[in-house]
Nanobody
Framework: QIQLVESGGRLVQAGESLRLSCAVS????????MGWFRQVPGKNREFVAV????????YYTDSVKGRFTISRDNAKNTVYLQMNSLKPEETAVYYC?????????WGQGTQVTVSS
């Protein structure tokens, strides 16, 4: 079955950069729309970014536009989230999401902590 494994989360200072990775196995990666979400305890999971199957189209939540970049490498079955100029309020667990025509899949999440 499909597996999504995120990595790259850690403690950083405000203003620093971080790149998250999500490796996908057990599915035809190039057929999936891939996205990143984040969640703070006690709040709903929120959308961050999404990229279509061939990387041709990307969308971002307004608060990260110009600072975050989502990308994918279909040869490596991996999606990335480059995060620049991180802010303390962006401390959260970041989740990788994969969407096929019929299903929605999630990784286990990776913690990003931004200290002020």
């Amino acid at each position: 079955q499909i597996q999504l494994v995120e990595s790259g989360g850690r403690l950083v200072q405000a203003g620093e950069s971080l790149r998250l990775s999500c490796a996908v196995s057990g599915y035809t990666f190039s057929s999936l729309t891939m996205g990143w979400f984040r969640q703070v305890p006690g709040k709903n999971r929120e959308f961050v970014a999404v990229i279509t199957w061939n990387g041709g189209t990307t969308y971002y939540t307004d608060s990260v536009k110009g600072r975050f970049t989502i990308s994918r490498d279909n040869a490596k079955n991996t999606v990335y989230l480059q995060m620049n100029s991180l802010k303390p309020e962006e401390t959260a667990v970041y989740y990788c999401n994969a969407r096929s025509l019929l299903n929605n899949y999630w990784g286990q999440g990776t913690q990003v902590t931004v200290s002020s």
